[in-house]
């Protein structure tokens, strides 16, 4: 069989090219097309039936360019858009694509890191909201509690370049502060957003010690290794040239400036207007 399919990589903004870094850290030999839907994030305040539409969309677009593996590295299209297009859209779609996201490995590695059984979230509100976590550790990991925090400043802080700023310090401080105090058993905090691992310095600094933070890039990657291992039939389709190339809704220049907030590298970047796709 010939291997001529990229592994596509979707985020509505620049937060999973941290999830990307890390895939291509395990999995190098493969190539990708990371695909950001920049011009129309965020996701985050938007509602379940917009982020699904947007969402299907560009994963469709991803299936057009040749994946026929798609990752949503992005909470907010995990929690408001991927159940609905596994069970709705891809049996009409195509009985050999596959979409996954990033929920799910996250809670499945969860267990391994509490020892209290108590975890924190944070996430963007939109991502909070959806119950998405609440739901997927009931279900892998009924024992644990888990609180949720929203914080709706990290993502603009972060694409902003405030990342080290003091203004960082105040939101970063205060949204920890407000989990932390929901419950005193906390051991262990999910960072329910690809961005929020910039941000990790500056979390840990206002953290007591004994509190673990996971960020997902290394567990999604983990997975998605394992994924293809399971299902030979789908890795051996994937293409391995090792390269990466990247597409936005937004200008090129513009993406160009954002990532080098995640990435420092040269990229190889198009533009993608979906209004003259339709």
């Not at 190539?31 to 996701?43: K, M």
């Not at 994963?59 to 069970?87: H, P, W, Y």
């Not at 550790?137 to 400043?153: D, F, T």
């Amino acid at each position: 069989m010939q291997r001529n399919c990229p592994i596509g990589v979707f985020d509505s903004g620049y937060g999973g090219l941290t999830v990307l870094e890390k895939i291509r850290e395990h999995l190098p030999a493969y190539d990708y097309i990371y695909f950001g839907d920049n011009a129309r994030t965020p996701y985050g305040t938007r509602s379940f039936e917009v982020v699904y539409q947007y969402t299907l969309e560009c994963v469709k677009k991803l299936f057009d360019m040749g994946c026929e593996l798609v990752i949503l590295a992005c909470n907010t299209a995990s929690a408001k858009a991927l159940r609905s297009i596994q069970q709705r859209d891809l049996p009409l779609i195509s009985d050999h694509h596959r979409v996954l996201g990033v929920i799910r490995p996250t809670v499945e590695q969860i267990g391994q890191f509490t020892h209290t059984h108590h975890v924190g979230l944070l996430a963007t509100q939109g991502t909070v909201q959806s119950q998405s976590y609440d739901i997927e550790i009931e279900k892998y990991h009924p024992q644990i509690v888990l609180h949720s925090e929203a914080c709706p400043m990290w993502v603009p802080l972060i694409e902003n370049g405030e990342a080290d700023s003091e203004g960082a310090d105040y939101f970063v401080k205060r949204h920890l502060d407000h989990l932390l105090a929901k419950d005193p058993l906390i051991d262990s905090v999910i960072l329910g957003c690809t961005h929020y691992p910039l941000l990790l310095p500056k979390i840990k600094q206002y953290a007591p010690s004994t509190v673990r933070f996971l960020s997902q890039g290394d567990i999604v990657a983990e997975s998605l290794s394992d994924y293809l291992r399971r299902h030979p039939e789908l890795e051996s389709k994937c293409s391995m040239g090792g390269g990466c190339s990247y597409y936005t809704t937004e200008s090129i220049e513009k993406f160009h400036t954002a990532a080098r907030l995640f990435l420092q590298e040269d990229l190889n970047v198009h533009h993608i207007d979906l209004n003259k796709e339709r």
